[in-house]
């Protein structure tokens, strides 16, 4: 009773515990691995739910990078939102107020700082590598530094360069050119990759692309009550609230819980596969597998309503009929994950 008293404490305790002095060391896999500092200081935020982002982060507003401001505005003006696109006409310290990252005495928050100025500039957040084939020699290379959102725009003018498309016509003239990687997708997995990631280690963020397929991996496992078999469901949840706030006010994400719905959506609509998610305690991967279009797919869901074609649910329901005449809820459970 006593050791099962013990041991209900430590696993309810917001500390992370140690035996007879040693380093403490958690299961990864089939392996108990050490845990570094930051990943003690990582845990210790999840258990007591810490969000790193809005903390202050000792850097001026005064301190934004120029250029950095420049890429915010270019954003703000893409939105649909007229008051956004407004926004891009105000003062930086009024552009940073109304994205949230501005606290008592114009400090920034660490959101902040890392999306607008050059505190990390040593700092590598992203690299990003391409090659033609998954085993091919490399034809990119690039290790990119803050401020982030300079670093997030220059990761997709490297994809969007590369991506190869196919014309589709839809009758009355009307023609479509679809990416072997729809770009919205891309688009989702590599902020998603960067908006929940673990910031308490400094490790980079990968984004490893060819012709067929992306591949997004972050330092950080899943928040609490994620998991690869809900991701597509479970209500929208992140350990950076502050950074997430500020990317889609930008426009950089989507609003709360349907980016990974617009992930799966897109993919089913061309008749590629949906995501694939793999995940420990301290990484999260998402690959993206593209290539050649289904034309025919692709023609048919042109002529859907907008809601319809937008819908990760029956985009998913037409991409498995492509395979079988029909489709049963019990089939539908685990792929819509409901």
Not at 8 to 37: W, Y
Not at 73 to 100: P, W
Not at 206 to 222: C, I, N
Request: hydrophobic share 40%; glycine share 6%; net charge neutral.
């Amino acid at each position: 009773v006593i050791q099962a008293k013990r041991s209900s404490f430590i696993l309810n305790s917001t500390q992370v515990h140690s035996a007879n002095g040693k380093i403490p060391t958690e299961r990864v896999a089939d392996r108990c691995l050490p845990m570094t500092t930051e990943r003690i200081a990582a845990v210790t935020a999840q258990k007591t739910g810490r969000d790193w982002s809005v903390q202050s982060s000792a850097v001026s507003a005064s301190e934004v990078d120029a250029v950095a401001m420049q890429v915010a505005r270019e954003m703000l003006v893409r939105s649909n939102d007229l008051g956004k696109r407004r926004l891009a006409e105000s003062s930086d310290i009024d552009l940073l107020r109304a994205v949230g990252v501005v606290l008592e005495g114009e400090t920034l928050t660490n959101a902040g700082a890392l999306l607008f100025t050059r505190a990390y500039e040593r700092t590598v957040l992203i690299s990003y590598t391409h090659r033609r084939t998954p085993a091919g020699q490399l034809t990119a290379n690039e290790q990119l530094t803050g401020p982030l959102v300079v670093a997030l725009q220059r990761v997709f003018d490297l994809v969007d360069a590369r991506l190869e498309t196919t014309p589709v016509s839809i009758g009355k003239g009307q023609q479509l050119h679809i990416a072997d990687l729809p770009e919205p997708a891309v688009r989702e997995a590599v902020v998603n990759g960067l908006m929940h990631r673990e910031y308490f280690s400094m490790e980079r963020t990968a984004v490893e692309h060819t012709v067929t397929q992306l591949r997004v991996s972050s330092p950080g496992g899943f928040v609490p009550g994620v998991n690869v078999g809900n991701v597509l469901t479970t209500s929208s949840r992140t350990r950076n609230t502050n950074l997430a706030g500020a990317m889609r006010m930008l426009g950089l994400a989507e609003t709360t819980g349907s980016g990974v719905d617009r992930m799966y959506a897109e993919m089913a609509r061309v008749g590629h596969e949906p995501p694939r998610y793999t995940a420990d305690a301290t990484r999260v991967e998402v690959t993206l597998l593209g290539g050649a279009p289904n034309t025919a797919l692709a023609r048919y869901v042109a002529t859907l309503p907008p809601e319809e074609a937008a819908d990760a649910d029956t985009m998913m329901i037409l991409l498995t009929l492509l395979t079988r005449k029909t489709v049963g809820a019990e089939e539908l459970t685990p792929l819509l994950q409901k």
